[in-house]
Antibody, heavy 120, light 111 residues
Framework: EVHLVESGGGLVKPGGSLRLSCAAS????????MTWVRQAPGKGLEWVGR??????????DYGAAVKGRFTISRDDSRDTLYLQMNRLETEDTAVYYC???????????WGLGTLVTVSS | DIVLTQTPLSLPVTLGQPASISCRSS???????????LNWLQQRPGQPPRLVIY???NRFSGVPDRFSGSGAGTDFTLKISRVEAEDVGIYYC????????FGGGTKVEIK
């Protein structure tokens, strides 16, 4: 069974940094593209970005709202996905979900999410 | 950039009656490999989203057969044949290809 468990959320001041982690199990992590999606309180879903697998260059892509501030990385030896968030803004307040799928880029499986609150 | 527009925003439904949600894309979603990567997610109150339909019309594992998806090109529909109480929530269409694009969501509630 696919399991995705996000951690690392919390309260941070504007301009600060935070690193989220996503521990994966139940599938071959090293062969799976991984995606971050966020949801601001009471709002819809927003794509944060994605990282491909090593044989696809571990290429990353980002949504316009976070490009240049957020960095996605992965550690296949630990089956863990990361999201480094820098220069955080109040608009980044959201639940952050780790997502993966059967096919490359699919959004089949979702974690429970971790809440990030950016506030002074 | 692709824009997905869902209608209606809110859908009050009587238990046991059908429900239908539309998702319209600003451009064709047929990819160069011939597949159409249009999916539907369900988000129950207080829960993360879960996949119900993938690639237009395929029910995901564990999804009841009262859910069905259809469409092609730029117009897609999610149907629930007989709404049950557990179907209450927000439904999102989502396109995953070069990036991931979400529709604005449709809130299904019981009348």
């Amino acid at each position: 069974e696919v399991h995705l468990v996000e951690s690392g959320g919390g309260l941070v001041k504007p301009g600060g940094s935070l690193r989220l982690s996503c521990a994966a199990s139940g599938f071959t992590f090293s062969n799976s593209w991984m995606t971050w999606v966020r949801q601001a309180p009471g709002k819809g879903l927003e794509w944060v970005g994605r990282i491909k697998i090593k044989s696809h260059g571990e290429t990353t892509d980002y949504g316009a709202a976070v490009k240049g501030r957020f960095t996605i990385s992965r550690d296949d030896s630990r089956d863990t996905l990361y999201l480094q968030m820098n220069r955080l803004e109040t608009e980044d307040t959201a639940v952050y979900y780790c997502v993966t799928g059967v096919g490359y880029g699919d959004v089949d499986y979702w974690g429970l999410g971790t809440l990030v609150t950016v506030s002074s | 950039d692709i824009v997905l527009t869902q209608t209606p925003l809110s859908l009050p439904v009587t238990l046991g009656q059908p429900a239908s949600i539309s998702c319209r894309s600003s451009q064709s979603l047929v990819y160069s490999d011939g597949n159409t990567y249009l999916n539907w997610l369900q988000q129950r109150p207080g829960q993360p989203p879960r996949l119900v339909i993938y690639r237009v019309s395929n029910r995901f594992s564990g999804v009841p057969d009262r859910f069905s998806g259809s469409g092609a090109g730029t117009d897609f529909t999610l149907k629930i044949s007989r709404v049950e109480a557990e179907d209450v929530g927000i439904y999102y269409c989502v396109h995953n290809e070069q990036s991931v694009t979400f529709g604005g969501g449709t809130k299904v509630e019981i009348k």
